[in-house]
């Protein structure tokens, strides 16, 4: 199993940044890249074709989208589908991000549409769960873990193991600088590989990747941790010169 390193650049960057820095990502890492690892960029909307265009024939780079909506096409103003983001170039697709859950109030029943039918229609899905600072003070980290996936993945009977991706990202380390412990990170992976395995044939071949505010300085630590499968990266993919050293790392 390959680990996944993830660059999530959300709202940000013109057509031209992106495209420059999708370069820069390639020729950067291409031929130092560890033969156990993979890239995944994934950049607004409006890119994904350009970044689809650096990234065609590099073996082991990969594109994906942020967002879907879980219907074949039709009257959805402003949507977009699988097929539409398959079109384009995209193998990945992450749902349940912790910005679309809190900012965007998307609901555990919506999360599960979108997984299902996004591995239906041949996505491969990077599904995030995480717990925000008050759960945790709570001591309900697991709890909401295990809520998070049993409703987020309730209509995922069969799936090919490679196909589906989990991401853990505490909400209070998203962006914040403040990364989770190593045994949090420990814990929480552990927790999830039990409950995949519990649910899932071939659970063990599923990727779980940790995000929030990795960085150069702790991203080859966090990547050493067991049950670690990659990571997802925020703020210090936006430039190649941090995510560079991330993915070399
Ligand atoms: C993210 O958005 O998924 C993320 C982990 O962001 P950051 O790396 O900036 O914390």
């Known amino acids: 199993m390959k680990q996944l390193i993830a660059a ?8 031209e940044e992106s495209i ?34 650096v990234l065609a024939k590099q073996k082991n780079y990969f594109l994906g989208a942020q967002n879907l909506y879980p219907a074949l096409k039709g009257a959805f103003t402003g949507e977009v589908s699988p097929a539409q983001l398959l079109d384009v170039g995209c193998s990945y697709v992450l749902v349940g991000h912790s910005e679309r859950r809190h900012v965007l109030q998307e609901q ?7 997984a299902s039918f996004a591995l239906e ?54 962006g914040t600088g403040q990364v989770a412990q190593e045994q949090d990170i420990l814990d929480a992976h552990a927790f999830i590989r039990e409950f995949l395995q519990k649910t ?16 150069p300085a702790n991203a080859s630590s966090i990547l050493a941790l067991d049950n670690v499968d ?7 993919s936006l430039t190649a010169e941090s995510f560079n050293q991330i993915i070399l790392a």
């Open 230 to 236: 990659g990571v997802l990266v925020g703020g210090a």
């Open 200 to 215: 899932f044939s071939g659970a063990e071949e599923v990727r779980i990747l940790y995000g929030g505010s990795v960085k």
């Open 20 to 53: 420059q820095t999708a370069r820069e990502i390639v020729v950067g890492t291409y031929n130092q890249l560890p033969a156990n690892r993979e890239v995944l960029i994934i950049p607004s909307f409006p890119h994904l074709k350009a970044v689809s265009d």
């Open 121 to 174: 229609q041949g996505l491969k899905v990077i599904f995030c769960i995480g717990e925000t600072i008050e759960q945790r003070q709570q001591g309900r980290t697991k709890e909401v873990l295990r809520s998070q996936l049993e409703l987020g993945l309730k209509d995922v009977q069969k799936v090919d193991s490679e196909d589906l991706v989990i991401a853990y990202e505490p909400v209070w380390a998203i």
């Open 8 to 15: 999530n650049w959300k709202m940000h960057k013109t057509w």
């Open 108 to 114: 555990d029943e919506f999360l599960a549409q979108k």
